[in-house]
């Protein structure tokens, strides 16, 4: 059988690996304590829950839903944004439910690059910036993150004819892997950039609900000329313990919705109805339950950022997003530590070089572990040290 050039370029997943590892390791009887996936423990809230019960004894909703999902849904949408970041947005322009982040985020590569185009991605990153560029038959060029730039990119390395010919640039903050966070000066100077350069901004705000200390991350749509060059992405998986039922959002630029609308109307039939409901509901509703999964998260981050300095690791206390971005001893590559601490501890962490060439010397725990879990992975890690690295 004869496959795409494209699918040899893919490598695995990087959750699908750890998910094998995990299955062999529990299957071998090992307790095995996952700082592994973003994916929230705790429940959807039962008011969601309540809606989709509803929602699924409606037989309307048991049929194709439109690509650009229901009136209601885009006007709750519109809503949330004015109501939290004071961005006002036409919801039957500017705004486009998504089966998740995740299928916006790849298929917004095909509204803007063609084969041989230029995409900037950040590096460290979610994945899917880079893979759907690739898949668009796009390059990707590298925007290094570094600690010293509080994991922002450095606009003024670019080299100028990359940017006059890059078509699209991808940020996320609240970061993932780092969990650095960005400032409305921040996007205002990202948004300069690609005014000057006719480049396509698209902006990954997965992680704005979660902030700490009463941290509120910004949407780059607050930011004056945003609308004008770029979309946001988000998504109620973080926010609202929703990663199951995929759902999320793009909004801004009319134009770009547009785009990603004809792409997504020719390859996917919409979010089901009875997920839209929910998602209305999760949007209007009250938003108790996002508070009380910050407190939660935030007990979580304490303990591990302790438990990972105990074994000498610099660390940063984030701000914000699900992640604790720990910096390992250089004799060690981040596949060999995580690698390590499966083997020593049966502890699952994300290699920091799965996000980049420049997330190695990093490991990525996520704090969307139940509460004993958490303790027990901590005690781990606080009764061992790490070895010296074997030469060679
Ligand atoms: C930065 C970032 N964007 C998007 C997503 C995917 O979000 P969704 O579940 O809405 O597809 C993730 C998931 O981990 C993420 O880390």
Known sequence: MKFSDRLGKLAPYPFVEISRIIAEKRAAGADVVTFGIGDPDIPTPQSIIDRLLTASQHAPNHRYPETDGLPEMRRAIAEWYEKRFGVKLDPDKEVLPLIG??????????????????????????PVYGVGTMFAGAESHIMPLYERNGWLPE???????????????????????????????????????????????????????????????????????????????????????????????AVGNADMIRALFQVKANLDSGVPQAVQEMAMEALTGPQDCVADNVKIYQRRRDRVVKAVRSLGMDVAVPQASLYIWAKIPEEYTSAKMAQLLLENLDIVVTPGSSYGKYGEGYIRLSLTTPDEQVEKGCQRLESWHIPPAKRG
């Open 155 to 249: 606009l003024d390395a670019i080299p100028s004819d990359v940017a006059r010919a890059a078509k699209v640039m991808w940020l996320n903050y609240p970061n993932n892997p780092t969990s650095a966070v960005a400032t409305q000066e921040d996007f205002a100077s990202v948004i300069a950039f690609c005014n000057e350069n006719d480049i396509a901004l698209l902006h990954d705000a997965a992680y704005s609900e979660v902030g700490y200390e009463g941290y509120q991350a910004s949407s780059f749509l607050q930011v004056d000329g945003s609308k004008a060059i770029g979309i946001e992405f988000h998504s109620l998986s973080k926010t609202y313990n929703m990663t199951g039922w995929r759902i999320g959002m």
């Open 101 to 126: 982040a995740k299928e916006g985020i790849g298929h917004a590569a095909f509204c803007f690059l063609d084969p041989g185009d230029i995409a900037l991605v950040p590096d460290p990153a979610y």
